[in-house]
């Protein structure tokens, strides 16, 4: 069986779609849908149902990935490494959320970078859980971190950590809305207080305010930037108030840049997933940063 046709299966599972696909491996739709077809004559099954958006794999189509997909990556790993060079380094590349990965991830993973003859070279880019985990099954990343949980057998996820969320603003502000202790039962009255967040949807204070309040913010939000880092120096200023994690906020509590408007029973929490594609553990560089992953883990958030 030619390996490009199962490269481009592959490459076409794991993205859904043979213009995704295409893009992906830098040819044209037709090529893409020639290949896929050749390669159904020669198994005389069909691999996928083509759909008004994309194509989803039959049950061939799913048993076949499951079996080449790791075979394939394997192969892809040694080109990329070589096999004459046994002191060039492999790269490692991660893909996760900006924050926590600049603030988590990458700092503990730089441990095991070019040391005792068994690190890796590290490559992290930053994006948001879909971004990730498409680059993750069109194999542009080893390791990607996620707070949604893949669906699909191609891509296996495990539970990283929990994210504990706080709902904040800066002394001056909190004293302004009468909120400058911590309260355990009811809402602050926050209606006309300015929000800080990382997108017009307000995604974090949107979450708290359904978890925590059984309800939806009054206010828009009034200064939106890309970044919870940036989301925090502008609550320290006073800008209003914001959702952040714990993690992230607890050097600004702990000096009393911040306080914590309210403080529930039962925290708001989120969920970070360690994702990558089925089969892929089997190569030493991306097993041990996996598991040293996991192992620092339990000390974050």
């Known amino acids: 069986m030619d390996l490009a046709l199962l490269r481009t299966f592959v490459t076409v599972h794991r993205a859904g779609s043979f213009t ?48 080449a997909a790791p075979h394939l990556d394997a192969l892809v790993e040694i080109a990329e490494t070589g096999l004459d060079d046994e002191s060039s380094l492999r790269t490692l590349h991660l893909a996760g959320p900006p924050e926590f990965t600049a603030e988590r991830a990458v700092p503990a993973l730089t441990e095991l970078t070019g ?33 949604a949980r893949p669906r699909g057998a191609l891509l296996t996820a495990t539970p990283l950590c929990d994210e504990e969320h706080v709902l904040v603003a800066n002394p001056a502000r909190a004293e302004r809305i009468g909120a400058g202790k911590p309260r355990r039962k009811g809402a602050p009255a926050l209606e006309d207080v300015p929000v800080i967040e990382v997108h017009e949807s307000l995604p974090f204070v949107s979450r708290y305010w359904a978890s925590v309040f059984d309800s939806r913010p009054a206010a828009p939000g009034t200064v939106i ?39 529930p029973a039962v925290p708001p929490l989120r969920t970070y997933f360690l994702v990558v594609r089925t089969g892929t553990l089997a190569m030493p560089h991306i097993a041990r940063a996996h598991e040293w992953l996991l192992r620092a883990a339990a000390d974050w958030c």
């Open 115 to 147: 040391e005792d003859g068994q690190g890796f070279a590290l490559r992290a880019s930053f994006g948001n859980a879909e971004e990730a985990l498409e680059g993750l099954a069109a194999g542009h990343h080893d390791l990607a971190i996620c707070t």
């Open 225 to 263: 930037v890309p970044d919870l880092r940036a989301v925090l120096a502008c609550a320290v200023a006073g800008a209003g108030l914001a959702v952040l994690p714990r993690y992230l906020c607890r050097d600004a509590l702990e000096r009393g840049e911040i306080v914590a408007l309210h403080e």
């Open 20 to 67: 995704r696909a295409a893009a992906l491996l830098g040819l044209s739709q037709p090529a893409v849908t020639s290949q896929i077809r050749t390669l159904e004559r020669q198994l005389g099954r069909p691999l996928f149902l083509r759909q008004a958006r994309g194509v989803t794999p039959t049950t061939i189509g799913d048993e076949l990935a499951h079996k």
